[in-house]
C-alpha cells in the first residue's frame, strides 16, 4: 500500500461528527473508506481521528494517546472504531535467524500497534462499542474498491 495524504471534502456534511474542513486522509484506502462512511445510507454519522484512547506503549513504557482511523455509528445502533492497515502490518513478524534493523523496527512497530488495539479494544468494550482493524481483505468485503 502506497501512502498518500489528503483533506476529504464529505458531500453529506451532517453525517461527520467533527470538523468537517479538517478531515485527513492518510492513505488511499482511508479515502476509499471515507468515501463509503459518506455516501452509505446504513452509517448515520462517522468521524476520523476524533476519537483519542490513552495507551502505554510497551515498547518504552510511557504514556502515549492513540487517535483512531474511525468513528463509525450505523442507523441500527450499533458503533465501531476501525483501525485501517494492511494485512501485513496486522499480523507479528516472522521470526528471523538475523536481527536486521529491518526487522526490529517491524518488531517495534507491531508492539507499539498491538498496545494501541489492546487499549482501543478495552475503551470500545467500556461503552458497548466494538473495535475492528480493516485490512485489505474487509475492506474488498464491503464492496469498497481499493486504490494503489
Known amino acids: 500500500m502506497k501512502y498518500y495524504s489528503g483533506s476529504f471534502k464529505p458531500k453529506n456534511r451532517g453525517k461527520y461528527q467533527g470538523d468537517v474542513s479538517a478531515i485527513k486522509y492518510r492513505s488511499l484506502w482511508e479515502r476509499q473508506v471515507f468515501r463509503w462512511c459518506d455516501e452509505n445510507a446504513s452509517v448515520v454519522r462517522w468521524n476520523s481521528e476524533e476519537v483519542v484512547i490513552p495507551y502505554r506503549c510497551r515498547t518504552d513504557g510511557k504514556a502515549h494517546r492513540y ?11 450499533k458503533r465501531y472504531l476501525i483501525e485501517i492497515k494492511p494485512k501485513s502490518q496486522t499480523v507479528e513478524p516472522k521470526p ?53
Not at 536486521?100 to 467500556?126: C, F, L, P, Q
Request: hydrophobic share 40%; net charge positive.
Open 67 to 77: 487517535f483512531v482511523d474511525l468513528f463509525i455509528e450505523f442507523a441500527d445502533g
Open 96 to 148: 528471523r535467524s538475523r536481527k536486521t534493523k529491518k526487522y526490529i523496527r517491524e518488531v517495534m512497530t507491531y508492539v507499539k500497534n498491538t498496545s494501541k488495539w489492546e487499549a482501543a479494544t478495552e475503551y470500545s468494550a467500556d461503552r458497548g462499542w466494538v473495535f475492528q482493524i480493516w485490512h485489505e481483505d474487509i475492506i474488498k468485503s464491503l464492496g469498497i474498491k481499493l486504490l494503489t
